[in-house]
């Protein structure tokens, strides 16, 4: 079975909720529907950060920045 | 008829100080004058928050008297300024630029304000910002309870952000110098967006008590002047340690250009592809003739290469799991929903979400990132590259795609300044260096912790030989 990446899940998910809208009057707040396909978008972005995090080659040793004073 | 001659929207620092002295018009007249074009130029550009008419002109009417009594307090003394509205002014809103914050009032005032009024600074108006200082992230230029920071260069393009009112007031003379802040690009951006000199200091220099918290490892604050001459001043006078901000550095800053090193012992590194492929076709004969003042000045010029590391996915991590611990009060009670920008909602919602592995994982190699600037640092004194490689887009661009549809060069430069400064909090100076198709566009200049001093030198001999800084729009009278 082929795997299915992040970037096309999110496609795919934000295509079928576009599918699924129904025509809207205008109005100054996004609807629930609007709101959570944004938020379903900005989680798929933080997971992509994570998985580019994930890539580095993280020495064991290296520890936190806790000191910011330079 | 007003006894200010309008070239005085548009001097520095010492030139009105120095005018002031010779009383060829008082401070009260001045600050009446700047409150005139602050209230009715500010508003065109959507870059007021709030006048503070009635209390300026009580402060100007003691500064005169202080200048009659010859109590000089400096070249700050009855000079007009404005501050980003993410600092606290007791007994005034302090929104935040946000709608879920338009009635915040403190009852303390922030330490850089109380210190550039105990210099005799004017303070005429706070200034409009994007919400909540760009929050973790934002889709477009509206994301502000002011609307979108409208550039004087061009109404029809952005002022940049966050400190967009700041470079805006700045830019159309509505006030001399403005006070901005910084998390990753705050106050570059703007400054470079809008043909001014912006001012990043060193983490922990400048004290944050009173202001907005939006990542409290990241958060600075600094001028947007005229000049780096003038950032110097301003600098001098907001610097210094406070018990009131653990972040602070306790290290004070002396503006000391007499004392600059001899510039031809400072080694300058650049990347060759961000003046040529990198930066907007349009201004790369401005940026090819900024090089080579640079090397007229007598540095020694180096190819520089950046360090490789996931600069945007480190900080952009990190902002977001800070700011929504920040903001975790506004996300839970719902009022997130006022704010003005759906991806800028959306952002602090998930950024709750953030594993603790992932933003450790930022801050270690956040740790990396620091090791390898202080490496590069120690054979290199200052790294310069355009600020940002594009002019202002238009207000309706989303900002969260590039904003040019050129192919990214072979080698990517230094474009990845921004975050790798702010990263290790090092200090950056934005100088006005030319024009892309009418807009302008900026050089910044990034060096070693508390190197401020020189990143001044070398900004104000650049300056001393070019007139990009003494430029302005053709913003109508008040």
Known sequence: MSKVTRRELAVAVSASALLAARPAPAQ???PPSAQNNELDAVRMQFHQLADQLDQFPLPMDAEPATIFKP | MSSVPDEIF?????????RLQKKEFSARELARAFCDRLETIGPRYNALALSLRKDVLRDAKDVDGDIKRERLRGPLQGIPFGAKDLLAYAKYPTTWGAKPYEDQIFKYTASVLHRIQKHGGLLTGKLAMVELAGGPSYRFASASLTGPGLNPW????????SSSGSAIAVAAGLVTYALGSETS????????FCGVTGLRPTYGLVSRHGAMALSWTLDKIGPICRSAEDCGLVLEAIAGGDADDPSSARKSFYYTPQYARDLKDVTVGYAPVDFSEGVDPAARADYAKALETIRALGVQLTEAKMPQFPYGPVISTIISSEGSAIF???IKSGKVDQLADQHQIAGLRAGLEIAAKDYLKAMRIRALIQEAFRDLLSTTDVLIAPTRFTPAPKI????DQPLTDRPAPATPGLTALIPAGNLCGLPALSLPCGFANGMPMGLQLVGSPFSENLLLAIGKTFQDRTDWHKRHPPVAAA
């Open chain 2, 328 to 330: 975790e009060p506004l």
């Open chain 2, 396 to 399: 309706t661009q989303p900002l």
């Open chain 2, 10 to 18: 548009f001097a520095g620092i010492s030139e009105i100080n120095q």
């Open chain 2, 154 to 161: 061009d109404a029809t393009r952005w002022s940049g952000g």
């Open chain 2, 185 to 192: 690009g705050s106050i570059l951006t703007p400054s470079a």
């Open chain 1, 28 to 30: 100054s707040v996004s």
